[in-house]
């Protein structure tokens, strides 16, 4: 099995995003199908904790994205959440939605579906408004959901939501007001997420498996390890032989490898 990747990557601060270019000749989690192009490849974006309004360099970024879009004849892009700083959005009429996004990812090339998860910063915000449908009448190219999978035909994207695994939100509420609508009870929640996510992996047919979320599993960066990743997706991810795992929150570079099998 040969698993052929062309990474590029422009990192300024607080905005990262990495290109990847991936040749390759479930279960109760909403499904959702994208077709690989007409020679069997797959070619995809995948930027995080870039909502800025343009600044931090985002414009710049977005920039170089729509190049290397163009020049991959990208299929999508992903998001692995973050979406918007510093609290998410306020509501379906945020203002924010058109200026981070809209205005900001403009390129030809970038007129492509986007693929999104949550991150920690937008559950500081109206966590609704994120998922709402209706942001698809403004920008037909949104998609935000909680969890979801991504069949790409031989290539299968699983998007799972990683903040409400993180403790630190739950027992220092006071840092900031999280919207945690739709999560609690938390347990019960990430019991069925879990489930969710071994379920489709197990079901999956597809050659590549690639799970996203944001937070990262294992890090060098500032945040570190995410334990409660560790704990309990982790060996999920092992046991249904992931090939990839990628994620944002840390605003570097890392590529880390386990061997474990």
């Not at 009429?93 to 492509?112: G, V």
């Amino acid at each position: 099995m040969e698993f052929h990747l062309r990474f590029l990557l422009t990192n300024f601060i607080g905005v990262h995003a990495f290109f990847f270019f991936i040749s390759l000749a479930t279960a109760e989690l909403p499904r959702l199908q994208h077709p690989t192009k007409v020679d069997g490849s797959l070619s995809f974006l995948v930027v995080g904790d870039w909502g800025r309004k343009g600044a931090y360099n985002q414009t710049q970024i977005a920039r170089q994205m729509g190049k290397i879009g163009e020049k991959l004849k990208i299929n999508f892009v992903v998001s692995t959440g973050d979406n918007f700083y510093d609290d998410g959005l306020k509501s379906i009429n945020d203002p924010a939605f058109l200026n981070s996004f809209t205005k900001i990812y403009k390129a030809k090339s970038l007129q492509k579906p986007w693929y999104n998860v949550l991150g920690n910063h937008d559950y500081r915000g109206n966590v609704e408004a994120q998922l709402s449908p209706n942001f698809r009448s403004v920008d037909s190219r949104w998609l935000c959901m909680r969890s979801f999978v991504v069949n790409s035909e031989i290539a299968e994207l699983f998007f799972v939501d990683t903040t409400p695994f993180v403790d630190k939100y739950f027992v220092r509420p006071k840092d900031h007001k999280y919207d945690w609508s739709g999560v609690l009870p938390r347990q019960h929640y990430l019991s069925n997420l879990l489930k969710d996510v071994d379920l489709a992996l197990r079901n999956s047919a597809a050659k590549w498996k690639i799970v996203i979320g944001h937070h990262g599993i294992r890090s060098a960066g500032h945040h570190g390890d995410t334990k409660e990743l560790v704990k309990q997706l982790l060996p999920i991810l092992e046991a249904n032989e992931v090939d990839l795992y990628i994620n944002g929150h840390d605003h570097c570079l890392q590529h880390i490898s386990s061997i474990t099998r």
